[in-house]
């Protein structure tokens, strides 16, 4: 199934959840943080929260600014 | 402490916030927030794979509270998106609202940051809004349950200095949370005379990472902060127009 995963376009294994596609991105195990479809994930329910096909997933974590 | 910032009951040391932006590499940044003695430091959110990344673990080692900015922001809805994602990543529900209008000018844009405020105090957030120099937008912020007011002195990385200091006293007089200048101060002297209208703390990031040594500039900016604290707590003698002789003129 496809999502848009931080604006690029991918191809991801069927059942995937937030949690894998963190793992995916070699995302760190903490100061990040998930939104899908324009709501936030909490940690606790990114093992279990799934991808849904077509979703627009953004991970964010903090930057040098302000 | 011997005169603390308190925001939201939390109590600072040091009355500069700093912020992160522009600085040539993370080396430059921890000696130049080192030098700066800020306690408070904000941070931006952007796409795990856009590079500035390393900066949070720099603020944990230096003992710096990480506050997260919503910059970039256009609208209410990405503003209070972008707080949340922040409160997920930082474990913080403090946050530094930006919402701008323009790039050209980067001026907040008073309708949207006044919304996004609005829900984030709904939503539980301590809200520190950085907004423009208006008194009546300032007190309408307060009232609805901002933490701070964070006006500009001039647009951000202008280093334009207070362009309307009468301004930043009206909204000193009236206020009852910290008011914390953020952006536009170039120099030491800007962050002194902040201080001196009444400005609770100052909030700067360009005029230390983009000048010509950093870490001496934020040195700058620490004691022209607290220089400008002292002079306002120990009251400045009123302007006159005639001389008015130190030395007794009889004897």
Same mark, same amino acid.
């Given at each position: 199934?496809?999502?848009?995963?931080?604006?690029?376009?991918?191809?991801?294994?069927?059942?995937?959840?937030?949690?894998?596609?963190?793992?995916?991105?070699?995302?760190?195990?903490?100061?990040?943080?998930?939104?899908?479809?324009?709501?936030?994930?909490?940690?606790?329910?990114?093992? @279990?929260?799934?991808?849904?096909?077509?979703?627009?997933?953004?991970?964010?974590?903090?930057?040098?600014?302000? | 402490?011997?005169?603390?910032?308190?925001?939201?009951?939390?109590?600072?040391?040091?009355?500069?916030?700093?912020? +992160?932006?522009? &600085?040539?590499?993370?080396?430059?940044?921890?000696?130049?927030?080192?030098?700066?003695?800020?306690?408070? @430091?904000?941070?931006?959110?952007?796409?795990?794979?856009?590079?500035?990344?390393?900066?949070?673990?720099?603020?944990?080692?230096?003992?710096?509270?990480?506050?997260?900015?919503?910059?970039?922001?256009?609208?209410?809805?990405?503003?209070?998106? +972008?707080?949340?994602?922040?409160?997920?990543?930082?474990?913080?529900?403090?946050?530094?609202?930006?919402?701008?209008?323009?790039?050209?000018?980067?001026?907040?844009?008073?309708?949207?940051?006044?919304?996004?405020?609005?829900?984030?105090?709904?939503?539980?957030?301590?809200?520190?809004?950085? +907004?423009?120099?208006?008194?009546?937008?300032?007190?309408?912020?307060?009232?609805?349950?901002?933490?701070?007011?964070?006006?500009?002195?001039?647009?951000?990385?202008?280093?334009?200095?207070?362009?309307?200091?009468?301004?930043?006293?009206?909204?000193?007089?009236?206020?009852?949370?910290?008011?914390?200048?953020?952006?536009?101060?170039? +120099?030491?002297?800007?962050?002194?005379?902040?201080?001196?209208?009444?400005?609770?703390?100052?909030?700067?990031?360009?005029?230390?990472?983009?000048?010509?040594?950093?870490?001496?500039?934020?040195?700058?900016?620490?004691?022209?902060?607290?220089?400008?604290?002292? &002079?306002?707590?120990?009251?400045?003698?009123?302007?006159?127009?005639?001389?008015?002789?130190?030395?007794?003129?009889?004897?």
């Amino acid at each position: 199934m496809k999502a848009k995963v931080n604006g690029l376009e991918r191809e991801l294994a069927d059942g995937s959840t937030v949690a894998s596609v963190l793992a995916l991105l070699d995302a760190p195990p903490s100061g990040v943080a998930v939104a899908v479809d324009g709501e936030v994930v909490p940690r606790a329910a990114w093992g @279990t929260t799934a991808v849904p096909e077509g979703a627009v997933v953004e991970v964010l974590t903090a930057v040098q600014g302000g | 402490m011997d005169d603390p910032l308190v925001i939201a009951g939390r109590e600072f040391g040091s009355r500069l916030v700093m912020g +992160t932006g522009g &600085a040539a590499n993370l080396s430059v940044l921890e000696r130049a927030l080192v030098a700066s003695g800020t306690e408070l @430091t904000t941070v931006a959110m952007r796409r795990l794979d856009a590079s500035g990344g390393g900066v949070l673990d720099l603020l944990g080692r230096l003992g710096i509270s990480a506050l997260p900015n919503t910059a970039g922001c256009r609208t209410a809805a990405e503003a209070v998106l +972008t707080a949340r994602l922040a409160r997920e990543a930082l474990e913080t529900n403090w946050v530094k609202l930006e919402v701008v209008a323009d790039d050209q000018t980067l001026l907040p844009d008073p309708v949207e940051l006044l919304d996004a405020a609005e829900k984030l105090v709904d939503d539980g957030f301590v809200v520190l809004p950085y +907004t423009s120099d208006d008194p009546v937008l300032a007190l309408r912020l307060e009232q609805i349950g901002c933490a701070a007011v964070m006006p500009l002195g001039s647009p951000i990385g202008t280093g334009l200095g207070i362009r309307n200091p009468h301004n930043i006293e009206l909204i000193v007089s009236r206020a009852s949370v910290p008011v914390v200048l953020d952006a536009g101060v170039g +120099t030491a002297s800007d962050a002194a005379l902040a201080m001196e209208l009444g400005c609770s703390a100052v909030l700067l990031a360009t005029a230390v990472t983009r000048a010509q040594d950093p870490e001496r500039m934020a040195a700058a900016m620490r004691a022209g902060v607290e220089a400008g604290r002292l &002079a306002r707590l120990a009251g400045r003698i009123p302007k006159r127009f005639w001389a008015h002789a130190s030395s007794p003129a009889v004897g």
